[in-house]
């Protein structure tokens, strides 16, 4: 069974920057495909960012955040991160990382449906 632990979320002003952090633990990581995923209030679960287990060099960005966030692994720590830099107010939101295990050659979703795991989430608010 694998089992993911964020954190590093917290309180930071507009133009901040804010690292995450996901522990993972059981299962074969570095066979598996890792996302990051965030929830507004009120709105739906949307993708972030996610990084493929067979080509770390090519990572998925939603529009809203490329150029500001950088999504990165280290198979030998277990752990995936996500580098937030320029953030803004709208980037408020519970941010998850989830663990798939497609195979080889197959690109990273960008669907919560193509994760199989998922850790409980880590808030992240933005002041303007």
């Known amino acids: 069974q694998v089992q993911l632990v964020e954190s590093g979320g917290g309180l930071v002003q507009a133009g901040g920057s804010l690292r995450l952090s996901c522990a993972a633990s059981?299962?074969?990581?570095?066979?598996?495909?890792m996302g990051w995923f965030r929830q507004a209030p009120g709105k739906e679960r949307e993708f972030v960012a996610a990084i493929s287990w067979w080509s770390v060099g090519t990572p998925t960005y939603a529009d809203s955040v490329k150029g500001r966030f950088t999504i990165s692994r280290d198979d030998a720590k277990k752990m995936a991160y996500l580098q937030m830099s320029s953030l803004k107010p709208g980037d408020t939101a519970i941010y998850y990382c989830?663990?798939?295990?497609?195979?080889?050659?197959?690109?990273?979703?960008?669907?919560?449906?193509?994760?199989?795991?998922w850790g409980q989430g880590t808030q992240v608010t933005v002041s303007s």
């Open positions: 059981g299962g074969a990581f570095s066979r598996s495909d």
């Open positions: 989830a663990a798939g295990y497609p195979p080889y050659g197959t690109y990273p979703g960008t669907s919560p449906a193509r994760y199989a795991y």
